[in-house]
C-alpha cells in the first residue's frame, strides 16, 4: 500500500519505519524542516514504564483544581475561553476515580514494557545509537510520608509486571553515588531496573535517516498537512502544502495537532496541549552528575544523564497551544538541580525549550482505525511518548496488516 504518516516525531518515524519493514510505501509528511522538531525535541529523556501509572486519579483531581489559582504547583492551569479545554477537563476529571486509575495504568504499563523491547530491538537492529543508558531510573521521595504514601502506584504496577525494588537511602545512594550529598534528605525511593535513558531526538534523527536509506521512506520536510481528501468511506490523499499526497492508508502522528484535524472529521480524539520545560546542560565535572535517570517526586523534576549532559525536566501547564518561555520558568528545575547535584553544571549554558505533550484525558494513547475505512490514529501518548511510541509503531503496523499483536489489544485500539 501507499502508507501516508502525518508527522516525524518520535510516534510518527516509528510507525513509517514499520509500515515501511512490512513492505508498503511510506511517506512522511512533516511541517518542520526535520525530523523530532516539535514535541519529541527534548523531553525528560526517560524510557519509563516505571512511570506507566495515569495521570487522572484522585490525588491528581485535587491538584488539577488548586493548579487553577496555584501557579507555583507542578501542574499549572491557565484559565482562558477555550471550550475543548473545558471539554476535556470534564471528561480528565471523570477519570479520576482509583478504578480508572488502575485500569489506564495496567494498558499503559502494557504498552510501556513492550515499547521498551521495541526500542532495543530498532537499536539492536539498525546500530542506532542515542546516548542511551540502561541501568534504571530512580523514583525517589523526600520525606517518610511521601514515600508511605507515593509507592502504592508502584506497587499494583509491581503487581502487572513492572520489576521494581523499595529502597532506603543508603540502597538508593548506593545506587546513585551522584546522589550522595542529599543522602539526608531523600527518604527513600524505587528503583526500576528495566528503565532506562536515552536522547529520543538522536533516536528520531538517525532512525529516520535509516528508514529513508534503507527502507525507501519518503520525508516531505517543511510541508504543512491543510486537509484530507474524502470520498465515500475513504481518504484519497492528504492535502498539503506542497499539493496532494495519494494515499490507501492515512495514520495522524501530529501530536497535540491530532486532536485539531481530527474533528475536523468528526473523530472524537480529546488529545489536548500541556506543557512541559526542559534544560539540557553540559556537565562541568561529569563525576558530580548522575549516573541514571531520576525523578525527584515531591518537587515533580526529572532528570537524565545524556553522555555528558544533564537534562532536567519539570511542569505539566494547561496554556493550549502557547509554547513560549521566560527564563524565570526555569527557575524552579535549576534550583532542585543544584541541590541534587552540586557543581555539577553551569545554568548559564543550558539550552532552554517548552513543548507540548499531547495528552488523553486517560493518559492512554489512541491506536487503530478511525471513521474511515483507511484511515488510522498513533496519537495521544502524554508524558511517555518517548517510552511508548516504538511499541505503539509495532502494533499499529500490526492493525494495518490484519495481524493480531504481540501484546493484549483491550484498552489501546481505538473506539474499543
Known amino acids: 500500500m501507499k502508507a501516508v504518516v502525518l508527522g516525524a516525531g518520535v510516534v510518527g518515524t516509528a510507525a513509517a519505519y514499520y509500515l515501511a519493514a512490512d513492505g508498503h510505501e511510506v511517506t512522511v509528511i512533516e511541517r518542520h524542516p526535520a525530523p ?54 470534564l471528561r480528565f476529571l471523570r477519570q479520576c476515580t482509583v478504578a480508572r486509575l488502575r ?81 539526608e534528605k531523600i527518604a527513600g525511593g524505587v528503583y526500576s531496573p528495566i528503565d532506562q535513558t ?23 520536510y517543511g510541508t504543512t498537512v491543510e486537509g484530507l481528501d474524502i470520498e465515500g468511506d475513504k481518504v484519497r490523499a492528504v492535502m498539503t502544502s506542497a499539493g496532494p499526497v495519494a494515499a490507501d492508508a492515512v495514520v495522524i502522528s501530529m501530536g497535540p495537532e491530532s486532536g485539531l484535524l481530527g474533528r475536523r472529521y468528526g473523530i472524537d480524539l480529546p488529545v489536548y496541549p500541556v506543557k512541559g520545560y526542559t534544560a539540557t546542560i553540559p556537565l562541568e565535572d561529569e563525576s558530580k552528575g548522575p549516573t541514571m535517570g531520576g525523578v525527584d517526586e515531591d518537587q515533580l523534576i526529572a532528570y537524565s544523564r545524556l553522555g555528558n549532559r544533564l537534562r532536567l525536566a519539570s511542569t505539566a501547564e494547561f496554556t493550549g497551544f502557547d509554547r513560549t518561555f521566560q527564563p524565570r520558568d526555569f527557575v524552579p528545575m ?34 487503530g482505525r478511525a471513521r474511515y475505512k483507511n484511515l488510522y490514529l498513533d496519537t495521544g501518548h502524554g508524558h511517555v511518548g518517548w517510552t511508548m511510541a516504538c511499541g505503539s509503531g509495532k502494533f499499529l503496523a500490526d492493525l494495518v496488516a490484519g495481524r493480531d499483536p504481540d501484546i493484549d489489544p483491550r484498552g489501546l485500539v481505538y473506539g474499543n
Request: glycine share 8%.
Open 36 to 89: 523530532a522538531r516539535g514535541t519529541s525535541q527534548s523531553n525528560a529523556g526517560l524510557v519509563s514504564p516505571g512511570d506507566a501509572t495515569a495521570w487522572a486519579s484522585p490525588a491528581a483531581m485535587k491538584t488539577f483544581l488548586r493548579g487553577l489559582y496555584n501557579h507555583d504547583l507542578g501542574i499549572k492551569v491557565r484559565l482562558r475561553f477555550d471550550p475543548y479545554f473545558f471539554a476535556w477537563s
Open 103 to 183: 485500569a489506564n495504568s495496567q494498558v499503559k504499563l502494557r504498552l510501556a514494557l513492550y515499547s521498551r523491547d521495541c526500542i532495543n530491538a530498532i537499536s539492536a537492529d539498525t546500530g542506532i545509537h542515542y546516548d542511551e543508558r540502561k541501568k534504571g531510573i530512580l523514583y525517589f521521595f523526600r520525606s517518610q510520608h511521601s514515600l508511605d504514601t507515593g509507592t502504592d502506584n508502584y506497587r499494583y504496577l509491581a503487581e502487572h509486571g513492572l520489576p521494581i525494588e523499595i529502597v532506603g537511602r543508603d540502597r538508593l545512594v548506593e545506587l546513585e553515588p551522584g546522589l550522595a550529598g542529599v543522602k
Open 198 to 220: 536515552g536522547d529520543s531526538r538522536q533516536f528520531v534523527e538517525k532512525l529516520a535517516a535509516h528508514a529513508a536509506e534503507k527502507l525507501g521512506v519518503k520525508f516531505l
Open 334 to 367: 535549576f534550583s532542585t538541580g543544584k541541590e541534587l547535584f552540586p557543581g555539577a553544571f553551569d545554568e548559564k549554558k543550558a539550552e532552554l525549550w517548552a513543548g507540548l505533550r499531547p495528552m488523553m484525558p486517560n493518559s492512554v494513547p489512541v491506536i
